[in-house]
């Protein structure tokens, strides 16, 4: 779908998404509107279990404004797959403004965020809800669901492939070969990975030929900015895309391999679960043929995702600043 309003993530929500994901104490991240830009409001800290935490939300929870909340899943308590639960909160006593710039703005969220990492999704306009007992009938809902479809038992069968694989978005930077499938990779491939380090292009895309069941060039090019890679990786089906990022950072020059697979949210079950299932394969094989080492793996919907800002969070993430406690001084001792 798309972006009705024209509100974005902005750079901040994304680094705080990307903490939020990493950061297991956490349960919560609320998102708002300001100035016509999706930015991070408060994480909150876990305290107890998957229940108790939503009373967490109430001081946060208004009459008359709305609000998204990332909800940290827990896959005991709801019956469904762990992960995010994305909550959107629309009152109906909200401005009219308001309500239909969340209304309209709701699915960017979730697509600029990574619709994979949310595995259930709450409407709602009533602030009762969003309790321990709106909660609880909600996972009793889910678990009294109808069977699922073939299409809804292939797509479970992808997301426990990418989870598997070590892809929950750009936030998980797992590096280990798994025991997923191995395509042969064509010659065309081989040569390109090879000459990465040449001046005639930084930038490889991959594709799956599903009837040869092999590992093809889909193009290659030198680009000058990462935006860039939007204008030549598909916008319908998944790719494979290794891009050599020269830059600078700090005082010093950088040559960054970084892979990026891209799923578009229209791709067909079967690809997708043939990409998801190569990717480990392809970024062994990537790294023996054309020496380098990959920095960082990345995913996205599709290129239009990737820029030069996302792309130095991703690789020079900041340091978090480590606050001390105050240390009170010692009462001085009693004179004789």
Do not use: W
Not at 56 to 65: G, Q, T
């Amino acid at each position: 779908m798309s972006n009705q309003s024209g509100i974005k993530a902005s750079p901040a929500l994304l680094d705080a998404f990307r903490a939020f994901t990493i950061d297991d104490d956490s349960r919560t991240l609320l998102v708002k509107i300001e100035n016509e830009s999706l930015e991070p409001g408060e994480i909150i800290k876990a305290r107890s279990s998957y229940y108790d935490d939503v009373a967490l939300l109430a001081p946060h929870v208004s009459d008359k404004e709305p609000l998204y909340i990332l909800y940290r899943t827990d896959s005991t308590a709801t019956g469904t797959t762990a992960g995010l639960t994305f909550i959107s909160y629309i009152p109906d006593a909200a401005p009219v403004r308001r309500k239909m710039l969340y209304a309209s703005t709701r699915n960017t969220l979730v697509r600029e965020l990574g619709g994979d990492k949310i595995t259930a999704s709450i409407f709602t306009t009533e602030k009762d809800e969003i309790t321990r007992e709106g909660f609880q009938k909600f996972a009793e809902h889910a678990k009294l669901s109808q069977p699922l479809t073939e299409e809804e038992r292939a797509l479970r069968s992808v997301r426990e492939v990418e989870a598997k694989e070590g892809f929950a978005g750009t936030a998980t930077r797992k590096s280990h070969v798994s025991s997923g499938l191995a395509f042969p990779i064509g010659s065309e491939v081989e040569s390109a990975l090879a000459g990465m380090n040449s001046e005639d292009y930084n930038v490889i895309v991959l594709e799956i030929d599903v009837q040869k069941e092999s590992i093809e060039l889909a193009k290659k090019a030198q680009i000058e900015e990462p935006t860039h890679l939007h204008s030549i990786i598909s916008m319908d089906q998944p790719r494979y895309t290794f891009f050599l990022f020269k830059h600078a950072f700090g005082q010093e020059n950088h040559e960054s391999f970084v892979f990026i697979y891209t799923c578009p949210a229209g791709s067909k079950i079967k690809e997708r679960m043939l990409y998801a299932s190569c990717r480990a394969a392809i970024v062994a094989e990537a790294e023996a043929i054309a020496g380098l080492k990959v920095q960082k793996r990345i995913e996205a919907g599709d290129g239009s995702e990737i820029s030069r800002d996302s792309l130095l969070a991703d690789l020079h993430p900041q340091q978090q600043e480590v606050k001390r406690a105050f240390s009170k001084p010692k009462a001085p001792g009693r004179r004789r």
